[in-house]
């Protein structure tokens, strides 16, 4: 199943564009040419343009794994219990997730494939 696309060619949106748009267009266009964009600005505008074009009905729900699920529930408590650093409690939730069983990681395995 292939999506269709459905954005329109560039050429063709930029002569839809209004002047102002156009201006910036062409003010991009030159900054990459001549390479002085930053990395970090270029990413920036990536990630703008990318979220633009996103679908709407895209919930943005992110893969939950088992150790998510885990780690999620465990943290909450251990936080509550202690006032111990972040990293310590990941530290220490890594290690309890390693030493679980495999039949132990699979329950956990389940409950994050009935939240998908």
Do not use: C
Not at 9 to 37: E, F, Q, T, W
Not at 52 to 60: A, E, I, K, L, N
Request: charged fraction near 40%; aromatic fraction near 6%; glycine fraction near 4%.
């Amino acid at each position: 199943m292939s999506k269709k696309n459905t954005q329109p060619k560039p050429m063709s949106a930029y002569k839809d564009l209004d002047d102002s748009a156009r201006r910036l267009v062409n003010k991009l266009i030159i900054g990459l040419h001549d390479k002085k964009l930053a990395e970090r600005t270029k990413l920036d505008i990536n990630r703008s343009i990318n979220r633009s074009r996103r679908d709407p009905s895209d919930t943005g729900k992110r893969y939950t794994n088992g150790y998510l699920v885990f780690y999620k529930e465990k943290f909450a408590q251990l936080k509550k219990e202690n006032d111990t650093p972040v990293t310590e409690i990941a530290k220490r939730l890594g290690a309890e997730w390693k030493s679980l069983t495999e039949d132990q990681k699979a329950l956990y395995k389940q409950r994050a494939a009935d939240q998908r």
